[in-house]
């Protein structure tokens, strides 16, 4: 495990790095085309000092002590995730618990949202010969009986396979393509009976029990959450959580039950709907409008949908996501190999940076911290090729691209994201600073993909923690509890604070211009001012 010691003095050392050099802000603002910005990317150029794309890490048994969380923090990890497809109440509550110590541990970096990430609705087998370990091998060729008849549930074999998919002979044709055990095991469908599908084994293996099924191409009529996702979900409202990832979601009313159980103690969480299947990507549009944002989680997708198509559907969603200023996360075997190995491949390096170019928000760790042997270096690796990648990021395109397609007349929010990221690009800004309640001036602001870092100043905890969700929002969570009378002068106070955060991460120097935005009152939705002011 890496020492503390160790890794303050590696954040320390990034510290120096100024954010861009300030002779280089007109070359890099000015290229024409995007072709003409790639054709001038410098491999000797260092990178940005900030990372403004999010690190999510899964917590499990090899890093959910208090020590080793604190270490995460400090090498970057922003959304803390709880697998609730592993573990019991009592362990994810002591999780949490360890995360917030870890955070309190941790000065300067301590805003950390944590995320409840749903087990979802999904299909499987049942119990191989009364045995939670036994298994028994599928010769390709040879023929299953797949049913749903109670009497076969603990005594699958290679001949009679139980599935819990009670309407499984009603959505099966002759033809279709089921999967078992992540795809490594494939079945085609023979005939269909009244609680019975024959299949030939198209590959083979051995298989065990309670395996997940996937059922490609196929519409399904499971519940949008099971009784353990609403028994999962109300723990998670009664610890606090910041957000839901919530999996195999298939439409917008399954986001909207999911919301409905939250009710109102859990109305600000926010939900994030992971799309895991065809029907998902088919139904991208609506979802997106019901959620809070997105996850691209490729591992189940890649299943129900061709491999080499995985990639398509990611920039399909990032696309669609970007363009409603809506977060979108890219999740699964990121860098995968760095579970049982000390670095990634160029393979993965590639996959995580091209996530970044293709305008995710956040990237995402699974089992490379969850379980793995190197969760700190994980992390770091991680840290740089983002740091790296956002350096070549076009924000032009972006900001050009997504402004043609914002509907007129724009809302006030939306006006006064245009114009910061405008001001910001014109005045050559170091930083866009604002002060906001709900986090939706912020979010606006990242919507247009700005240059410049946006620090975002909020009096309100659980905002702050959420605004990790969204590209290069570095939020503040301000806890002066005093309440001075004169409210302009408690913004200001507010906005040194933003500025003085900049100067201490080396983005922000004296003489700079920095873009302010506010509100004219008090409250939330009241933003409606923009300042260009110089930093002393």
């Known amino acids: 495990m890496v020492s503390i010691e160790a890794t303050a003095a590696f954040l320390k050392e990034l510290e120096t790095v100024s954010y861009y050099a300030k002779d280089e802000k007109q070359a890099v603002l000015s290229k024409a085309t995007y072709l003409e910005h790639l054709s001038s ?63 309190k541990a941790v000065k300067h970096e301590n805003i950390v949202a944590i995320a409840l990430d749903t087990k979802g609705p999904e299909i499987r087998t049942g119990m191989i010969m009364n045995s939670s370990t036994a298994e028994v091998e599928l010769i390709k060729g040879k023929s299953i009986r797949l049913t749903t008849d109670p009497s076969f549930e603990n005594t699958g074999n290679a001949v009679n396979l139980y599935v819990d998919y009670k309407n499984i002979t009603n959505v099966l044709s002759p033809g279709k393509i089921i999967y078992i055990d992540d795809g490594l095991i494939s079945l085609v469908v023979d005939e269909v009976g009244s609680d019975f599908v024959i299949c030939t084994i198209e590959n083979g293996g051995m298989l065990g029990s309670k395996k997940g099924v996937n059922l490609p191409g196929t519409s399904v009529d499971l519940p949008p959450v099971s009784e353990k996702d609403i028994a ?25 039950k999911i919301r409905e159980i939250l009710g109102e103690k859990g109305k600000n969480i926010k939900i994030i709907s992971k799309i895991e299947n065809q029907e998902g990507v088919l139904n991208a549009d609506e979802i997106i409008k019901a959620s809070d944002g997105i996850m691209v989680a490729r591992g189940d997708l890649g299943i129900e949908i061709p491999a080499e198509k995985v990639f398509l559907a990611q920039k399909l969603l990032i696309a669609k996501c970007n363009e409603a200023g809506k977060p979108v996360i890219c999740a699964t075997q990121m860098l995968e190999s760095m579970i049982s190995k000390p670095r990634p491949t160029r393979a993965e390096t590639s996959d995580v940076a091209n996530a970044v170019l293709d305008g995710a928000d956040c990237v995402m760790l699974s089992g490379e911290t969850a379980k793995g042997s190197y969760p700190i270096d994980t992390i770091k690796i991680m840290h740089y090729i983002c740091k790296e990648a956002e350096a070549a990021v076009y924000h032009s395109k972006f ?131 923009l300042r260009l002011i110089i930093a002393d």
């Open 399 to 529: 900001f050009e691209e997504i402004l043609k397609r914002v509907k007129k007349p724009t809302s006030h929010v939306e006006t006064i994201g245009v114009a910061a990221v405008s001001a910001a690009k014109s005045s050559l800004a170091s930083a866009i600073v604002l002060c906001t309640t709900t986090g939706n001036t912020a979010a606006m602001i990242s919507k247009f993909k700005p240059s410049v870092p946006i620090i975002a100043v909020t009096k309100n905890a659980q905002t702050a923690r959420q605004l990790w969700l969204y590209r290069g929002v570095f939020p503040i969570y301000y806890s002066e509890n005093e309440k001075l009378p004169d409210w302009t002068q408690d913004v200001d106070l507010r906005i040194r604070e933003g500025i003085n955060f900049g100067k201490e991460k080396g983005f922000i120097e004296t003489g700079d211009n920095i873009v302010v935005v506010t509100g004219w009152t008090s409250g939330a939705g009241k933003t409606n001012t």
């Open 232 to 256: 999962d979900l109300l723990f998670g409202v009664e610890q606090g959580v910041d957000m839901i990832f919530a999996s195999f979601i298939r439409n917008g009313s399954a986001v909207c």
């Open 41 to 103: 990317l410098n491999i000797t150029e260092p990178p940005h000092a900030v990372r403004k794309t999010a690190i999510i890490c899964t917590i499990g048994p090899k890093c959910n002590t208090v020590e080793t969380l604190a270490c995460m923090i400090r090498n970057g990890m922003n959304i803390a995730r709880l697998n609730f497809s592993h573990g019991d109440h009592s362990y994810h509550a002591m999780t949490i618990k360890n995360i917030r110590e870890a955070a």
